[in-house]
């Protein structure tokens, strides 16, 4: 049984992608940030629903289509950090 409402476009993820975010879950020096978004993006892209995927990572759906539509708009770029307004933190 399927909500009505907005369809989302289907996410697809190349195979460089899909090794690129593989070792950024698997290098220890990764944010733990970064990690759970490369996360995301990969349960995202073998099928799993939004509502699926933040009951499997224990996270806000709202955080799962944020990181889902980023990285559609954006790749492999949209899952870094964007640069803060105002001035650098010292």
Not at 41 to 60: F, K, N, W
Request: hydrophobic share 35%; with cysteine; glycine share 6%.
């Amino acid at each position: 049984m399927s909500r009505p409402g907005p369809k989302i476009p289907p996410l697809s993820v190349s195979d460089a992608q899909r090794a690129v975010l593989e070792g950024w879950l698997r290098r220890r020096t990764t944010a733990q940030a970064l990690a759970l978004r490369s996360r995301i993006v990969l349960e995202c892209a073998e099928g799993h629903s939004i509502m699926e995927v933040s009951r499997r990572l224990r996270i806000a759906p709202d955080t799962v289509r944020t990181w889902r539509r980023r990285f559609i708009e954006r790749g492999l770029d949209g899952l870094c950090d964007d640069p803060r307004p105002g001035v650098p933190r010292k």
